[in-house]
């Protein structure tokens, strides 16, 4: 993950780098036609010397300045201009990489206050790029919702989780992750088969409840996905099981009509947590989506499936700022055990910052 955001990020550090470093060309010439003259015109300038030498006195405080321009030889400032030249290659850095326009501006502002005019030792240059742009990247990321304390702290159960997507982003392999995950930390758990709608979809959850010995509530084709829900509930308040986890048929998020039958099922079912299950690798796509269902029925945190393949990493990077909501987890593949809690700080120790 993050290959191609890693590398390019650490070519652009080094090249602001370098070149913060480089003295002016010109500075270099004028020491040049300095030193020709003082060859072409040694006589004149011997004497030049001996008559300064008479004229000068004794200044107290002498030697403090010549150590004082020695320490700040050492130090350069980056200029505005000079940054400006710098931020244009990282905005495309950063678009190229699925970040969204949003955030890619916030990070070059916050970087701009950060570095420009600021007076820093030649040899720390580079840290100090990367320190600014990890302090930056990490106050974009909200911090994750830890949903074991959340089901732990309610005390009255069943907890009820609603998951939601478009087709082919993850769901129900999603589902049977959290659903061993929950198993290992001693959480029960009832799988809701909500997606009545997609082929197939019911005997996937079947598979998945089986292998991990979980009850799975279904309906017919076709039924009433809401009522899947309601009655997974009600048996998990019966037979005293922790957590509800229900699946819902997958929709884009331009489907109005369909849209409002989740709205339905989430008035139904009034879940504790509605999660948004979307794609690593579909960039700005995964904002719009989570977008759409906020608006319709209210998103509280995300899970970014296929986070394994993603070379760019911008979504997760997006997401989270743009919408204002936590990423939980990162699926990095197709067994149960590949589902990474989302740390920030591990995240930004990935972009090799």
């Given at each position: 993950m993050f290959n191609k955001l890693r590398?390019?990020?650490?070519?652009?550090?080094q090249k602001v780098s370098e070149e913060s470093k480089e003295e002016k060309p010109k500075k270099e010439k004028d020491s040049k036609k300095k030193e020709q003259k003082k060859e072409k015109n040694p006589k004149?300038?011997?004497?030049?010397?001996?008559?300064?030498?008479?004229?000068?006195?004794p200044k107290k405080g002498k030697n403090k300045k010549s150590i004082f321009n020695k320490l700040t030889s050492n130090k350069r400032l980056i200029a505005e201009k000079d940054f400006e030249k710098y931020s244009e290659d990282l905005e495309m850095l950063f678009l190229e990489n699925n970040v969204a326009l949003e955030v890619v501006d916030k990070i070059i502002e916050n970087l701009r206050k950060k570095i420009v005019d600021k007076e820093v030792n030649k040899k720390e240059i580079e840290n100090e790029i990367k320190n600014s742009l990890k302090e930056i990247i990490e106050s974009v990321l909200l911090p994750p919702i830890n949903i074991v304390e959340r089901i732990n702290?309610?005390?009255?159960?069943?907890?009820?989780?609603?998951?939601?997507?478009?087709?082919?982003?993850?769901?129900?392999?999603?589902?049977?992750?959290?659903?061993?995950?929950?198993?290992?930390?001693g959480i029960s758990s009832i799988i809701a088969a909500g997606d009545t709608f997609r082929a197939a979809s019911i005997e996937q959850l079947k598979k998945h409840s089986e292998k991990l010995n979980l009850k799975l509530i279904a309906h017919e084709y076709g039924s009433d996905p809401a009522s899947v829900g309601f009655d997974a509930i009600k048996y998990a308040k019966k037979n005293k099981i922790d957590t509800v986890l229900i699946d819902t048929a997958g929709r884009m998020h331009t489907e109005k009509n369909l849209l409002k039958e989740m709205e339905k099922i989430k008035r139904v079912c009034n879940p504790d947590l509605t999660i948004f299950v979307g794609e690593s690798i579909t960039g700005n796509d995964s904002t719009e989506q989570i977008k759409s269902f906020d608006e319709s029925i209210g998103i509280d945190s995300i899970i970014l499936s296929k986070a394994d393949?993603?070379?760019?990493?911008?979504?997760?990077?997006?997401?989270?700022?743009?919408?204002?909501?936590?990423?939980?987890?990162?699926?990095?593949?197709?067994?149960?055990e590949d589902l990474e809690p989302f740390d920030k700080k591990k995240f930004i120790e990935e972009l090799g910052l």
């Amino acid at each position: 993950m993050f290959n191609k955001l890693r590398e390019k990020l650490k070519g652009w550090v080094q090249k602001v780098s370098e070149e913060s470093k480089e003295e002016k060309p010109k500075k270099e010439k004028d020491s040049k036609k300095k030193e020709q003259k003082k060859e072409k015109n040694p006589k004149k300038e011997e004497e030049k010397v001996e008559e300064e030498k008479t004229k000068e006195e004794p200044k107290k405080g002498k030697n403090k300045k010549s150590i004082f321009n020695k320490l700040t030889s050492n130090k350069r400032l980056i200029a505005e201009k000079d940054f400006e030249k710098y931020s244009e290659d990282l905005e495309m850095l950063f678009l190229e990489n699925n970040v969204a326009l949003e955030v890619v501006d916030k990070i070059i502002e916050n970087l701009r206050k950060k570095i420009v005019d600021k007076e820093v030792n030649k040899k720390e240059i580079e840290n100090e790029i990367k320190n600014s742009l990890k302090e930056i990247i990490e106050s974009v990321l909200l911090p994750p919702i830890n949903i074991v304390e959340r089901i732990n702290q309610k005390e009255e159960k069943p907890f009820v989780m609603l998951f939601c997507g478009i087709n082919g982003a993850g769901k129900t392999t999603t589902i049977a992750k959290i659903a061993n995950l929950l198993k290992k930390e001693g959480i029960s758990s009832i799988i809701a088969a909500g997606d009545t709608f997609r082929a197939a979809s019911i005997e996937q959850l079947k598979k998945h409840s089986e292998k991990l010995n979980l009850k799975l509530i279904a309906h017919e084709y076709g039924s009433d996905p809401a009522s899947v829900g309601f009655d997974a509930i009600k048996y998990a308040k019966k037979n005293k099981i922790d957590t509800v986890l229900i699946d819902t048929a997958g929709r884009m998020h331009t489907e109005k009509n369909l849209l409002k039958e989740m709205e339905k099922i989430k008035r139904v079912c009034n879940p504790d947590l509605t999660i948004f299950v979307g794609e690593s690798i579909t960039g700005n796509d995964s904002t719009e989506q989570i977008k759409s269902f906020d608006e319709s029925i209210g998103i509280d945190s995300i899970i970014l499936s296929k986070a394994d393949i993603d070379e760019k990493g911008g979504t997760a990077l997006s997401v989270g700022y743009t919408t204002k909501k936590p990423i939980l987890f990162l699926g990095k593949g197709q067994n149960y055990e590949d589902l990474e809690p989302f740390d920030k700080k591990k995240f930004i120790e990935e972009l090799g910052l």
